[in-house]
T-cell receptor, first 109, second 113 residues
Framework: GQNIDQPTEMTATEGAIVQINCTYQ??????LFWYQQHAGEAPTFLSY????GLEEKGRFSSFLSRSKGYSYLLLKELQMKDSASYLC??????????FGAGTTVTVRA | DSGVTQTPKHLITATGQRVTLRCSPR?????VYWYQQSLDQGLQFLIQ???????AKGNILERFSAQQFPDLHSELNLSSLELGDSALYFC????????????FGNGTRLTVT
């Protein structure tokens, strides 16, 4: 089975940087995904990490350490529209792609 | 627009009834996933299909069943509905069901009264 842990909530100020951590334990590992989900809407894909290191995509970056079972999503230059839930998901060998419970980020003016 | 189509958007039904949720994957995607998201809960993996075959099963209730048809669309059947089945049901598709990102439909909001 899988175990994916993320903080429940984070609050930050507009223009700031926030780092959302994700730790996981899984049976086999094929990659780690990050998704954004606004309340009542569908999740949208943000990033995918399969090798160790940092992947940068505009204001969003994602980091992976396979040996530590650890990833983080870095949101820079926060905007009000970034207020959402951020979901970490691990692709295991048994194809049961599971999501963490999500981290709700609130951006304050 | 993710390219994944789910119907209906909303469904209100009574306990004990049976409903069918439909999903058309993004063009070119072979894999379809179903997830349940209850109020203030995370996404719970139900089942995955790849090119018509069941590939992985999560904690899906025996009252629930699904299939993927030759044209790759999928249906999720929920029967003997209970109040606790009220949730948002998402379908997602991906190219290979392993290393490619999931693209989610807008979901079907099921309310059981």
């Amino acid at each position: 089975g899988q175990n994916i842990d993320q903080p429940t909530e984070m609050t930050a100020t507009e223009g700031a940087i926030v780092q959302i951590n994700c730790t996981y334990q899984t049976s086999g590992f094929n990659g780690l995904f990050w998704y954004q989900q606004h309340a009542g809407e569908a999740p949208t894909f943000l990033s995918y990490n399969v090798l160790d290191g940092l992947e940068e995509k505009g204001r969003f970056s994602s980091f992976l350490s396979r040996s530590k079972g650890y990833s983080y999503l870095l949101l820079k230059e926060l905007q009000m529209k970034d207020s959402a839930s951020y979901l970490c998901a691990v692709s295991p060998n048994d194809y049961k792609l599971s999501f963490g419970a999500g981290t709700t980020v609130t951006v304050r003016a | 627009d993710s390219g994944v189509t789910q119907t209906p958007k909303h469904l209100i039904t009574a306990t004990g009834q049976r409903v069918t949720l439909r999903c058309s994957p993004r063009s070119g995607d072979l894999s379809v996933y179903w997830y349940q998201q209850s109020l203030d809960q995370g996404l719970q993996f139900l089942i995955q299909y790849y090119n018509g075959e069941e590939r992985a099963k999560g904690n899906i209730l025996e009252r629930f069943s699904a299939q993927q048809f030759p044209d790759l669309h999928s249906e999720l059947n929920l029967s003997s509905l209970e109040l606790g089945d009220s949730a948002l049901y998402f379908c997602a598709s991906s190219e290979d069901g392993k290393n490619s990102p999931l693209h989610f439909g807008n979901g079907t909001r099921l309310t059981v009264t």
